[in-house]
């Protein structure tokens, strides 16, 4: 491990029982929300996660803070192992590691004022020292997220969304974290002020050296804050690579499919370029597809291969790695894209 990374993720797993039965005691399979992701996000950066609803982002992040017990793999923060640590250790290195979820009005207790509920933290960690000092952190982390002092004495309900999502990342902030796994931090919120909440996430980065793992189901949302971007579809990662290499050379034909959704404001380009559409559903996540998980939707699924044999995530260029068998002939034009047939398209 070099010293400029932060987290290790390595080959974690998250399969969630099936039970079944009067009593729930019957286990009959599993989901496999997060089936074997290795990626590391380095101090500094802003590592996005992107990928469709249900293909396991929220549950790989959550195995990071190990707020959900990982089914295999491990996580190294900062050298340590953070799957083996438990009592007071976890609770120790869980101060480091805080999240910030879509939803501040169902993440913030609404009988709580904002004093409490940034307070809380400070007090679980040890970092409430005294009521003075601790009424200057206060008025600095409102500072910081843009808030006034006023806001201290106030109610969830008494704020706008992006105002309540400012309360949700001064509270991840309370704690001093170094990393902040922010997840869809923005989608609750109108388009008019997700630019602001993300602008602000960007100024803190600078201003408190932190590192984020920013999930998002719109590479659109995830592209100007990223430094890297790491796609998932259906619990592994598919492509990883710096975001500007991703926008401009995508190889994977899912993460290719994902960028020919976003709308190009040029209307000359918007009307030439090539719109990739996936045919049929997403397969669930508690029945797998065979081989590459994307074959039954890839528009360049190949005889050979595709639906046997698993690709690893490889790397094919300096930072760049994708999971895909044909990766270099699809880049090269060799193969092209072909019809899907929707009897392929099962799960
Ligand atoms: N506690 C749980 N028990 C059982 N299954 C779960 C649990 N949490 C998540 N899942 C399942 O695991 C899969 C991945 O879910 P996850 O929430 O991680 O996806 P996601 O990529 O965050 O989706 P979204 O974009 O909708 O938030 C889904 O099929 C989901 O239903
Ligand atoms: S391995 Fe085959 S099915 Fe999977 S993405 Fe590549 S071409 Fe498509
Ligand atoms: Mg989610």
Known sequence: M?????????????????KRGVLLDRTVGHVYAVDGVSLQVRRGETYGLVGESGCGKTTLGRALLRLVEPTGGSVVFDGTDVSTLKGEDLRRMRRR??????????????????????VEGMRAHGLDKGKQATHQRLKELLAAVGLPESALRKYPHEFSGGQRQRIGIARALAVEPDLIVADEPVSALDVSVQAQVLNLLEELQDEFGL?????????????????????????????EAGSDELYERPMHPYTKALLSAIPVPDPEVEDT??????????????????????????PWRQPARCDTERPPLREVGS????????????LAGTITPHEVEPELAQS
């Open 319 to 330: 930072g760049h790695r994708v999971a895909c068998h044909y990766a270099e002939e699809i």
């Open 97 to 118: 590691m805080q999240m910030v979820f879509q939803d501040p009005m169902s993440s913030l207790d609404p009988r709580q004022s904002v004093e409490s509920l940034l």
């Open 2 to 18: 070099t010293d400029d990374v932060l987290v290790t993720v390595d080959d974690i797993k998250v399969h969630f029982p099936i």
């Open 273 to 298: 370029r090539e719109q990739i559409l996936l045919t049929g559903d997403l397969p669930s996540p508690a029945n797998p597809p065979s081989g590459c998980r994307f074959h039954t939707r890839c």
């Open 211 to 239: 590192t984020y793992l920013v999930v998002a189901h719109d590479l659109a949302v995830v592209r100007h804050i990223s430094d890297r971007i790491g796609v998932m579809y259906l619990g592994s990662l598919v492509e």
